[in-house]
């Protein structure tokens, strides 16, 4: 699906790189890019200016707790601003010095003021972009294991070895069926032997927000 995303990039002319903020070569290449990309546009706007100006100062914007403050503090090679794991962790903006070229500008989280499907909204409680409290664990838990679920086994890899689900038809059981298997598996159980579901919903959303159930791509690029 990746590549899917990266062919609509490409075809919308827009800029992209993947990036991991704790690799740091990779992290130099979106510096390298970004003021490329800035240097570009001055010199299409200004043709007549032969050296346009260096300095220049930018903004890192998107959903909450995706790594904008981790990308800032990266790049600027020091904790500059504080990064958590939890949305809402950046409440004003503030603006960085990176190098003697460039200031970032770190912003509090955006989110779409509605959503088109309501699995948007799941897909940003799974990846902890909304705060835990307002949907609890159970929805986002049951819908990361749909997901999985719903891969070929080489796909799912992963996630089947982590729970060690290798002997399961997975597509005959339900994702609640599956969270009890697991349950079963990992010893997740209360006093006197009940299920202990609510540790197996905890499991799964730490286990997924780690990358530890493999990589995953939600949504497909828009067709136009
Ligand atoms: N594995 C991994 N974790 C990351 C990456 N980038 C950020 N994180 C982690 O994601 C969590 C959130 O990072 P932040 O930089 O605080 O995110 P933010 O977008 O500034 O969050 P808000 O200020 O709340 O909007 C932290 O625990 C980071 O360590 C990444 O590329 N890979
Ligand atoms: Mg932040």
């Known amino acids: 699906m990746i590549a899917q995303w990266e062919v609509w990039f490409k075809k919308e002319g827009v800029p992209f790189i993947f990036v991991d903020c704790f690799d740091r070569a990779q992290m130099k290449k979106v510096l390298a890019m970004a003021k490329s990309i800035v240097m570009e546009k001055r010199k299409k706007n200004n043709p007549e200016i032969e050296n346009p100006r260096q300095k220049m100062r930018l903004m890192v914007i998107g959903l909450p707790n995706t790594g904008k403050s ?28 990176i190098d003697k070229d460039l200031d970032l500008l770190d912003t509090p989280g955006v989110m779409p003021p509605s959503f088109a499907k309501e699995e948007h909204g799941l897909w940003l409680c799974a990846l902890n972009a909304i705060p ?8 986002p838990a049951r819908f990361i294991i749909e ?3 719903n891969l070929s086994p080489e796909n799912a890899k992963t996630f089947i070895e982590r729970y060690k689900l290798e002997n399961l038809d997975l597509k005959t059981l339900s994702a609640d069926e ?14 006197k032997g009940a299920l202990d579901l609510e540790r197996v919903y905890k499991l799964v959303l730490h286990d997924f927000r780690k990358g530890e159930l493999g990589k995953c791509c939600f949504g497909v690029p828009p067709v136009n």
Not at 132 to 139: C, I, K
Request: proline share 2%.
């Open 147 to 149: 997901y999985y679920k």
């Open 178 to 191: 599956i969270m009890e298997k697991i349950a079963v598996l990992r010893g997740c159980l209360k006093q």
């Open 132 to 139: 835990e409290d307002v949907v609890g664990d159970l929805l």
């Open 70 to 97: 981790t990308i800032i503090n990266q790049l600027a090679g020091r904790a500059a601003v504080k990064v958590a794991d939890k949305p809402g962790q950046t409440q004003v903006q503030q603006l960085i010095v």
